[in-house]
């Protein structure tokens, strides 16, 4: 099990940028998968972003693909999501989450962060 921290969220206006950061402890991060989730109120939790374990692979939620830039950074354990052009219905908590296998993530599985809220204005 590894532990994540989030941290970058806030208030941005729409069309501006904010980059989340996900710091991971443990020496095995460049084992897993990293992915970013985010879940509004009274929705669901939605897949955003997932990069594998080298970086050299990237996937992205349609509605974010052009905007937002998933990336990581193995000799610091720490992933990022940068936002861009954001949009007030990118507002939601944004978490991180870390596992081998980005199958088990979207069924809620792997080792997760706590959550940064991420509010657009319009």
């Known amino acids: 099990q590894v532990q994540l921290v989030e941290s970058g969220g806030g208030l941005a206006q729409a069309g501006g940028s904010l980059r989340l950061s996900c710091a991971v402890s443990?020496?095995?991060?460049?084992?897993?998968?990293m992915a970013w989730f985010r879940q509004a109120p009274g929705e669901e939790r939605e897949f955003v972003a997932a990069?594998?374990?080298?970086?050299?692979?990237?996937y992205y939620q349609d509605s974010v693909k052009g905007r937002f830039t998933n990336s990581r950074d193995n000799g610091k354990n720490t992933v990022y999501l940068q936002m861009s052009s954001l949009k007030p219905e990118d507002s939601a908590v944004y978490y991180c989450?870390?596992?081998?296998?980005?199958?088990?993530?979207?069924?809620?599985?792997?080792?997760w962060g706590q959550g940064t809220q991420v509010t657009v204005s319009s």
């Open positions: 990069i594998s374990m080298t970086g050299g692979s990237t």
């Open positions: 443990g020496r095995t991060f460049s084992s897993y998968f």
């Open positions: 989450a870390a596992d081998p296998s980005i199958v088990a993530m979207t069924n809620g599985g792997g080792s």
